[in-house]
């Protein structure tokens, strides 16, 4: 079956910075692209960033320059470094790896790792 695992989430202070991780495992056929969305109360979820299995990123103008999206293709495996952390950015991030089999797509997402900035 197919599992998500994320890690990385805290509380950290404004300024500081976390490193979260996500491991794919189970996934049938390829996975052509990897991502972060986040999601704060009361408020729609939003793409944080993604990578592409060629290694095209893209990011949310509010995370440009501040968060690095990777990835590690062989382990499955995306990592969001975020520096320079804002009140704004807290929110609960969930990962989302997107695949392709013969044709048939797959979209599958995180429990969700808990990002709490506040001093």
């Known amino acids: 079956q197919v599992q998500l695992v994320e890690s990385g989430g805290g509380l950290v202070q404004p300024g500081g910075s976390l490193r979260l991780s996500c491991a794919a495992s189970g996934i049938s056929g390829s996975i052509y692209r990897m991502g972060w969305y986040r999601q704060a109360p009361g408020k729609q979820r939003e793409l944080v960033a993604a990578i592409t299995s060629g290694g095209s990123k893209n990011y949310a103008d509010s995370v440009k320059g501040r968060f690095t999206i990777s990835s590690d293709n062989a382990k499955n495996t995306v990592y969001l470094q975020m520096n320079s952390l804002k009140a704004e950015d807290t929110a609960l991030y969930y990962c989302?790896?997107?695949?392709?089999?013969?044709?048939?797509?797959?979209?599958?997402w995180g429990q969700g790792t808990q990002v709490t900035v506040s001093s």
């Open positions: 989302n790896v997107a695949s392709a089999w013969y044709g048939i797509k797959g979209d599958y």
